[in-house]
């Protein structure tokens, strides 16, 4: 199943257009009729676990795969068929990778004008000078990239990949190399760099901050399918399949049943809120409870045994055992010091009701 409804209207322009696209190595469908648009200036992400072919999309859409059905087109032109496969230094496409390759025998501006030697050396250096003030690495000409931190390397080959200002960059788990404090800073500034570029780019990744850091639209991907197109809003708010709601941030589906339009009867009583289900009343349904959509709440009359707990500095995430032997998250602020084993009120805060069929 997709969800469609973030997609841009036909006759608008884009800078990516995957159709129907399908992958197989040796009679193994690897991916299977990826649909994906991405418009000019936007960034998107392949999200999903390893193995989903989100790194083997990526490289049918950069010419290093063969794709076996549909079509990959830029900016309107043709780049991959069955039947035509456009070489990749003919895409006008630019890579980034996890291992930044960047050449230890050549100086920080040796390494950036390296695809750009056709340009006169005034525009060589304009541009160099450019993207290293972008990079925020101004004053780095001369030096060479062992000298440099993991980040600052990282920023480098960023500007290495854009110096011949490509449609379109692809990056494949780019900052999966580097500690998560410097991933965290990172990634905003990547994604501003490529804004201020007005660069279209797709970044492959199996991690949720990441993508909803950096994208505009992501692709959940599980077993060479997409199975959601969306915004990082949409997707955590909004799953389309059981998937997504399992893959994405921390959940738990809680059985219920409808009793009407707006509202479900579960182990946590009568839980109202928006929801285009659609389903009957009294029919038994999966309700999708985020962990804060629960909250502690002393003079709640649903009590639940706490069964383990995190302390996250702002608050608590506790795993709490309701009556009926379903756990679920909580959260409660960290002044609220519970124990394992202790009995705490519990409170249902939802706005969105998201419902899937039990027999799915």
């Not at 304009?126 to 990239?145: I, K, Q």
Request: charged letters at 20%.
């Amino acid at each position: 199943m997709r969800d469609m409804t973030s997609l841009p209207p036909a006759h608008m322009l884009t800078d990516l257009n995957i159709k129907n696209v399908s992958v197989s190595y040796d009679g193994n469908t690897i991916i299977q009729g990826v649909d994906f648009r991405l418009l000019a200036g936007q960034i998107g992400c392949l999200l999903g676990p390893s193995g989903c072919g989100k790194s083997t999309l990526l490289r049918a859409i950069a010419g290093f795969e063969m794709i076996s059905t549909g079509s990959i087109e830029l900016d309107g032109k043709p780049l991959s068929k069955p039947e035509l496969m456009v070489n990749p230094e003919q895409r006008n496409i630019g890579m980034v990778f996890q291992d930044v390759a960047l050449f230890p025998h050549l100086t920080i501006s040796e390494n950036i004008e390296f695809g750009i030697q056709s340009w006169s050396k005034s525009e060589r250096k304009e541009r160099t000078r450019h993207l290293l003030e972008l990079v925020g690495l101004s004053g780095f000409e001369t030096r060479y990239p062992q000298s440099l931190s993991g980040g600052q390397q990282q920023r480098i080959a960023l500007a290495r990949a854009i110096a011949p200002k490509p449609k379109l960059l692809l990056m494949d788990e780019p900052f999966s190399g580097l500690d998560a404090k410097l991933r965290e800073e990172l990634v905003p500034d990547v994604r501003a760099i490529l804004l201020a570029e007005k660069m279209s780019a797709i970044l492959v990744s199996h991690d949720q901050m990441e993508a909803f850091a950096m994208a505009d639209q992501i692709a959940v991907m599980s077993e060479g399918q997409i199975h959601q197109l969306a915004t990082a809003y949409q997707i955590y708010h909004k799953p389309a399949t059981r998937f997504v709601a399992s893959f994405i941030g921390h959940g738990d589906l809680l059985p219920s049943k409808v009793c009407g339009p707006t509202c479900v009867i579960s182990d946590l009583g009568e839980i109202k809120g928006k929801t285009e289900h659609g389903f009957k009343a009294d029919q038994e349904i999966d309700l999708l409870i985020r962990p804060d959509d629960i909250l502690h709440d002393d003079d709640s009359e649903f009590t639940g045994e706490i069964v383990s707990k995190w302390f996250r500095g702002s608050h608590f995430l506790y795993r709490v055992r309701l009556a009926s032997g379903k756990v679920v998250y909580c959260f409660a602020s960290s002044h609220h010091d519970h124990s394992i084993g202790q009995s705490i009120g519990l409170s249902v805060h939802l706005d969105h009701l998201v419902l899937f069929p039990r027999d799915a």
